[in-house]
């Protein structure tokens, strides 16, 4: 499969660097019950590769979009609902592609249904992703969860350099199926700089603004500008916004209480933390689960 790449679509290897990506979870069977119907806010897209039966999803007021046994389906991160038919298996990834203003490098012209025939690559990469996974994590079971592995470096290398190898084919697809990519640009060198140092900062740690503009060479004034007009929210924002990120995230998954997440994004007593939530999400802190 080759394709020539818009010039729109080009970028250096700085702006490229601001893209925050990452393999989620790999998952390979049934459909368990939690997978059918309406569910929270998804924070990351999903690629769904049925492996038998079919299913659908209506995501955003959408229209539906389908797949079946053969096909891929590439999930809108958006409240969807969705269905599978009883006889459904599936190979589901769940990853991050996302850019510092929280928008996802595809959702305008998500869910899309791409056929595995059309491209035979995305299937061959994923599944040697799984294989990647398991045998990193020595996980014999068919879920692999990575939103708190514990692993070594190397181990964090041998499964993101397969699982971008995945991306880049997915990536191509979705382009030759006709998706546009959402680009994000940062022209100043100062804003680059702080926007690099806080997708580091530890969530768990007061942040400062003064701390980031010394670094950038800029008053702390000038750098909440920089803020304002390319990203449309101040760095402290964007801070909320990355605390927000990971709390939803791993609200979707089953490997931390709502008290350790609490506790990941600074918070040291529970009640403050949803209240926190609740104030940005207009919802409550609860525990769901999606394919």
């Known amino acids: 499969m080759k394709q020539s790449l818009e010039k729109t679509e080009l970028h250096s290897t700085i702006q490229w660097g601001l893209l925050h990506v990452g393999l989620i979870w790999i998952y390979s069977g049934t459909v368990d019950h939690y997978g059918h119907g309406w569910q929270q806010l998804a924070q990351s897209p999903a690629a769904w590769y049925f492996l038998s039966?079919?299913?659908?999803?209506?995501?955003?007021?959408?229209?539906?979009?389908?797949?079946?046994?053969?096909?891929?389906?590439?999930?809108?991160?958006?409240?969807?609902?969705?269905?599978?038919?009883?006889?459904?298996?599936?190979?589901?990834?769940?990853?991050?592609?996302?850019?510092?203003?929280?928008?996802?490098?595809?959702?305008?012209?998500?869910?899309?249904?791409?056929?595995?025939?059309?491209?035979?690559?995305?299937?061959?990469?994923?599944?040697?992703?799984?294989?990647?996974?398991?045998?990193?994590?020595?996980?014999?079971?068919?879920?692999?969860?990575?939103?708190?592995?514990?692993?070594?470096?190397?181990?964090?290398?041998?499964?993101?350099?397969?699982?971008?190898?995945?991306?880049?084919?997915?990536?191509?697809?979705?382009?030759?199926?006709?998706?546009?990519?959402?680009?994000?640009?940062?022209?100043?060198?100062?804003?680059?700089?702080?926007?690099?140092?806080?997708?580091?900062?530890?969530?768990?740690?007061?942040?400062?603004?003064?701390?980031?503009?010394?670094?950038?060479?800029?008053g702390a004034r000038q750098l909440e500008r920089l803020f304002i007009q390319s990203l449309g929210v101040t760095s402290k924002k964007y801070m909320e916004r990355r605390k927000y990120q990971f709390v939803q995230e791993n609200l979707e998954g089953d490997l931390m209480s709502v008290k350790e997440i609490a506790f990941q994004v600074g918070f040291k007593h529970v009640p403050s933390f949803c209240r926190w939530y609740r104030k940005y999400a207009g919802r409550s802190a609860s525990k769901s689960t999606v394919q």
Request: aromatic share 12%; hydrophobic share 40%.
């Open 53 to 218: 039966g079919s299913g659908y999803v209506e995501a955003d007021g959408g229209p539906r979009v389908s797949a079946r046994t053969g096909q891929w389906l590439i999930v809108k991160p958006v409240t969807r609902f969705q269905y599978f038919s009883p006889d459904a298996k599936i190979l589901s990834i769940r990853f991050r592609a996302r850019w510092p203003d929280g928008e996802h490098l595809f959702f305008e012209g998500l869910s899309r249904c791409l056929d595995g025939k059309q491209y035979p690559k995305l299937l061959r990469e994923a599944l040697a992703l799984k294989r990647a996974a398991r045998r990193y994590t020595r996980n014999k079971f068919n879920n692999i969860s990575l939103r708190d592995y514990p692993m070594s470096f190397d181990v964090f290398l041998g499964i993101e350099r397969q699982f971008l190898l995945w991306l880049e084919v997915l990536y191509r697809s979705l382009i030759a199926g006709g998706v546009k990519a959402n680009l994000f640009e940062v022209e100043d060198p100062r804003l680059r700089q702080a926007i690099g140092m806080l997708r580091g900062w530890p969530l768990n740690q007061e942040y400062r603004v003064e701390d980031v503009a010394k670094v950038a060479g800029i």
